[in-house]
């Protein structure tokens, strides 16, 4: 009938990735705000720090027919001594936090294990934080947690290491498992605009190396590396060129 109800689509497919596009930087900036500013009052107009002029933004982008469409989750990591990294401003749109229900892709796309139930969306970004760490030469992945998020943070290879208080709030400091966390082997590749040539090459070639080797949703061991175009931005932030 006319007037039957009807559910809302949301999205069931996901990237997880560095942020390299303006796009991509402008949603990223966009949600840190609505989080930590709007919604939580932690900070006032902005929650930028000298942190953010080292750190590698991640973000988690919807994807609708192929194509990444918002920017609904964030996180940021940086190495503040040789080989400790840290995990920062992770966050999750409001809308984005319930979801339950991921599309097969996702673990396929972004080369990493699937989460289902509540917190998908921010597990698969941890994943993601740590795991691009650990590529880049981590030994040592820490983070200080809201004290309300600090079980799951345990159930998913975390373990607490003491109390503080930060911004009026308590928190536990925690460190990652990175035994766990394998390096990231090719993190998913979503073009915002066109998909050239060169990069649907590539994607061809994973997916038959991918068959070759019989690769786990976590691709690549040990040695894996990062995406050579993640790496090249990684080393650009360092230098202070992007």
Known sequence: MLFDSYHCFTPQDFVFKIAQTQLELEGYWALRRAIFCQEQGIFH???????????????????????????????????????????????????????????PGVAVRNHQPVYRGLGALGAGLIYKAVSTAHALGCREFLATVQHQNARFFQRLHWEPMGELELFGLAHVKMRADLNYYLPAANPAIVSTSTRSRRQHSGRRRLRCDSRRRRLSPVCGGRNARVFRGERSMVRRLFRGDG
């Open 45 to 103: 107009e902005s929650d930028q720090d000298t942190v953010d002029e080292r750190a590698i933004p991640i973000v988690c982008a919807s994807l609708v027919a192929g194509m990444e469409d918002l920017v609904v989750g964030v996180v940021r990591i940086d190495e503040r001594e040789p080989g400790l990294w840290y995990g920062s401003r992770l966050g999750v749109a409001e809308e984005f936090r319930s979801i339950k229900k991921l599309s």
